[in-house]
């Protein structure tokens, strides 16, 4: 692999190399996504020396859609793009490089699945015709994107990720400090888009899901190297972290809709234990899968220093000589693909990724069972699938 030296990279080489990233990936495929980067913007040295031609080169791939969501995209089409719309519209003629970023994390091809979910659970509760509700629908999906999408460009900032959604991520381009002003952008823009309808019980929920959102990934942050946390910590970070957002997501469509306290429970159930098993997927996926396909690079977890739940259960079965290699891997940043490889066959020899897929299984079983008897039986189908299939991820 082909690394860039810091050295070479004084700053006219690098603002080269940065239009001309923009340029290829452009050309490749989403030439409605970039202008060029603004040039007074304060480039990310450190951050783009790291950056090699094998990343550029996987950067020109898209990650794979996942077929067994097609049925919830179709159904949610129409609604998810003017989600997508009311998002990238309210940026327009805004300063440089807001309504860059914003596009680049927007536009990247991420599934918007927690606002799909919000929009086929509205549904669900038999809101099809009540437009006022569909509406409410749009304005929440889009304040639910922007939070998460918010917490995408920190997230790459706090993991020092390299690639998101098969693109550079965006403090590689516009460097960390654009990104995290636009995260806190995007984040405000999501309170601005949930006050446009009154209801405060969403509010509530939403203000709330936030908190539970950072506290999970200060958590993270701070029990990363720690060797010692449990399955049990390390689920409860799952959940603030991911199932939290989903919960809310399904949670805010049962509030629109007026559901019985009954349903909104179910509802908030179904939304939480896919997002556990949706994430629990995500982090063997973070070991077994292909950077080509994740759209990110494979093993950054470990490099990040991050303990997920498959190595927590990795950690409680090996003997002390293992530990010792892992705890030597997760303190550096550059582990290769060999190492990252060593540590999934550990894994997979103590059986923690069948271990971790039960426990995704029982979740996303969970969450399908969850909506059993509400609504109607086609669509309460396509929901139930797309939470079953979320393991499929893995084959
Ligand atoms: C991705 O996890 C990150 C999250 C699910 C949440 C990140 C939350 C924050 C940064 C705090 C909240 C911020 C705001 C603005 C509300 P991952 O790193 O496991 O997944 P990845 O591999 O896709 O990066
Ligand atoms: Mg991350």
Request: net charge positive; proline share 3%.
């Amino acid at each position: 692999m082909t690394t860039l030296s810091a050295d070479s990279l004084k700053r006219g080489k690098l603002r080269a190399l940065r239009e001309s990233r923009v340029r290829v990936w452009s050309s490749k495929m989403l030439p409605m996504l970039f202008s060029s980067p603004n040039p007074d913007t304060n480039p990310d040295t450190e951050a783009a020396s790291e950056f090699s031609a094998e990343d550029a080169m996987l950067s020109s791939l898209q990650p794979k859609p996942f077929e067994d969501f097609a049925a919830l995209y179709a159904e949610t089409e129409q609604e998810t793009h003017a989600v997508s719309r009311l998002l990238l519209e309210e940026t327009l003629g805004l300063a440089t490089p807001l309504p860059d970023v914003v596009r680049h994390i927007v536009a990247s091809g991420g599934k918007r699945l927690r606002s799909r979910l919000l929009i086929a659970s509205a549904k669900l509760l038999g809101c099809q015709s009540k437009k006022k509700v569909l509406q409410g629908t749009i304005l929440l999906g889009g304040a639910i994107e922007a939070i998460h999408c918010a917490s995408l460009l920190h997230d790459d900032v706090v993991d020092g990720s390299k690639m998101r959604r098969g693109l550079p991520a965006a403090h590689h381009v516009w460097g960390a400090q654009a990104s995290v002003l636009v995260g806190d952008f995007l984040f405000a823009r999501a309170f601005d888009l949930m006050c446009r309808q009154s209801e405060m019980k969403i509010l509530t929920l939403l203000s709330q899901t936030a908190l539970r959102l950072t506290q999970g990934e200060v958590r993270q942050l701070y029990s990363a190297r720690a060797l010692s946390m449990t399955p049990d910590e390390s689920l409860d970070i799952v959940r603030d972290k991911t199932g939290a957002l989903f919960r809310a997501a399904t949670l805010s469509a049962a509030l629109l809709a007026r559901a019985s306290t009954q349903k909104q429970r179910a509802l908030a159930l179904f939304g939480e234990q896919f997002g556990i098993g949706y994430q629990l997927t995500d982090d063997m996926l973070d070991y077994l899968g292909e950077s080509r396909t994740l759209g990110k690079s494979r093993g950054d977890d470990l490099r990040d220093g991050k303990i997920t739940y498959p190595l927590v259960l990795c950690l409680s079965r090996i003997g002390r000589k293992q530990r010792r290699r892992i705890e030597q891997l997760l303190v550096r940043s550059d582990c290769a693909s060999g190492e990252i490889d060593e540590v999934a066959s550990l894994m997979r020899e103590t059986g923690c990724f069948d271990d971790c897929a039960s426990v995704a299984k029982k979740a996303l079983v969970a969450g399908a069972e969850a909506l059993e008897g509400i609504g109607d039986a086609r669509l309460r189908g396509i929901l139930q699938h797309a939470c079953l299939a979320s393991l499929g991820r893995l084959s």
